[in-house]
Structures are given as structure tokens and as C-alpha cells.
Nanobody
Framework: VQLVESGGGLVQPGGSLRLSCVAS????????LGWHRQAPGKQRELVAH???????NYADSVKGRFTISRDNAKNTVYLQMNSLKPEDTAVYYC??????????????WGQGTQVTVSS
């Protein structure tokens, strides 16, 4: 199983970006999908999470600005980020929890995508 993120980049404050993460491999189902981020010198933190049933939760710092969604048929999770602030600058990582394959159920991480918010 591999997770591949895309959509990061440089954006001005107040701008928007949409991150995508595709899970590939012999996957039967994925329970939770989430986005975490890690800024330089800081610990990795949860940004948003979505269950297989579509329930979501967000970090307080992004509520009202970010939206997480998923396409189960495509094993893909998205993060729409609006009204971006310089403090959103970080490497964003996709996380898949409870990935069910023919032989196991495990958690996986993507390689990360850089988001930089700067004028």
C-alpha cells in the first residue's frame, strides 16, 4: 500500500490550495483518513480526520477554513484549504488508518507535501 500526496505549493496569505492523497495497492477498505502537518521545530499535529462513514473532526486552528472529504471508490482523501495564513506553513502528511488488505490491517503515511504561505 502506498499513499501519494499532491497539491502543495506556495500561496499568498488569504489564498487557497487543495491537497489530494491517493492510496494504491490491493485495498479492500480504509477506515480513517486524515491530514497531519509538521512545521519546522514543531511536533506533527492532526489537522483533520474523516471516518469511513464521513464523520469529520478538525484542529481548532483550521475550523471554518479547511474542509476534508474522501472518495471511497477512488481511495482518495482531499483537504480544501481556504483563507490560508502564514502559520499554516508546514509539510502536510496524509495518514490512512485501518487499511484492510487481503492479508492485514495496518496504518500508512504518505511522504508529505510542502505548503508555504507567504507574500
Amino acid at each position: 500500500v502506498q499513499l501519494v500526496e499532491s497539491g502543495g505549493g506556495l500561496v499568498q496569505p488569504g489564498g487557497s490550495l487543495r491537497l489530494s492523497c491517493v492510496a494504491s495497492g490491493s485495498i479492500f477498505a480504509i477506515n480513517g483518513l486524515g491530514w497531519h502537518r509538521q512545521a519546522p521545530g514543531k511536533q506533527r499535529e492532526l489537522v483533520a480526520h474523516i471516518t469511513s462513514g464521513g464523520s469529520t473532526n478538525y484542529a481548532d486552528s483550521v475550523k471554518g477554513r479547511f474542509t476534508i472529504s474522501r472518495d471511497n471508490a477512488k481511495n482518495t482523501v482531499y483537504l480544501q484549504m481556504n483563507s490560508l495564513k502564514p502559520e499554516d506553513t508546514a509539510v502536510y502528511y496524509c495518514n490512512a488508518k485501518g487499511v484492510i488488505t487481503k492479508t492485514s490491517m495496518s496504518d500508512y503515511w504518505g511522504q508529505g507535501t510542502q505548503v508555504t504561505v507567504s507574500s
